[in-house]
């Protein structure tokens, strides 16, 4: 996987960015951004660090992308960042200094509601689209992923979910603390003597959510995913993985 790919600064880069133009007006709603290969020189970034800041402010309501080609191709400004907007913009930034113990109990609580919703919708009958999810578990079962590599996968696959949930809001406010969480999740990696096995356990407990939500247990799958965010935590914290200022 390219470095790029894997790497939280760049991506925050762009959307910091991205994020400073709406905010002192030099982009405004009308406006297309550069394509993603112009924008990724500029920025000196790779192309995946754009999509990535592109798809938390589609999320957010504030950008449209469309494919293809032609002039409503690309990027365009939807709505300026004002209110509830500008202040999840600046969570990315904010969220550096929360105590980790803050964040994993957030967590839990967002993706409890997450998780616990799209199996009801799944035990209603609705057909789920799950393929990202899929494809990023998949993802990280493969042979070679140094923590860093696994960390943001693991990122990705929850935030992915909240996507298939719909609920914009959780997705923006998890996309927010999403630097925050890959931050406490490596200094706590580095602290397990023995990173193979928890990657075992990591890996079936994300197999085991997404089993309770295909299966429509609501109340299954919040418990799941409750037990493996805050186990995560509770197991690299015990080892020393939070670093210095955290809160215990």
Not at 14 to 32: S, Y
Not at 183 to 200: H, K, M, N, T
Not at 222 to 229: F, G, V
């Amino acid at each position: 996987m390219a470095q790029d790919e894997v790497s939280p600064r760049a991506w925050r880069s762009v959307l910091e960015r991205i994020e400073a133009d709406l905010l002192e007006g030099r982009l405004a709603p009308g406006d297309r951004l550069p394509g993603e290969r112009d924008l990724a020189a500029k920025l000196g970034v790779g192309r995946s660090s754009v999509r990535e800041a592109l798809r938390v402010l589609e999320s957010m309501g504030l950008v449209r992308t469309a494919t293809g080609s032609g002039p409503s191709a690309g990027a365009m400004i939807v709505a300026a960042p004002q209110g509830g907007l500008a202040t999840l913009l600046r969570l990315q930034l904010a969220a550096q200094g929360f105590p980790f113990a803050d964040v994993v109990a957030t967590r839990a609580v967002l993706e409890a509601s997450v998780v616990e919703a799209l199996a009801a919708r799944a035990r209603e009958g609705e057909v789920l689209d799950l393929a990202e999810p899929d494809s990023l578990l998949a993802a990280m079962a493969a042979d070679g992923l140094d923590p860093d590599d696994f960390l943001a996968l693991d990122a990705r696959f929850h935030l992915s979910l909240a996507e298939a949930s719909g609920n914009a809001v959780v997705v923006a406010v998890m996309a927010g603390l999403r630097t925050a969480i890959e931050s406490y999740a490596r200094e706590g990696a580095a602290a397990v003597p023995d990173w193979p096995a928890l990657v075992a356990g990591l890996r079936a407990e994300h197999a085991a959510v997404l089993d309770a939500v295909r299966s429509g247990d609501p109340e299954l799958a919040r418990e799941r995913i409750r037990t493996h965010i805050t186990g995560f935590y509770t197991r690299t914290h015990a080892l020393g993985g939070a670093p210095a200022g955290a809160d215990a």
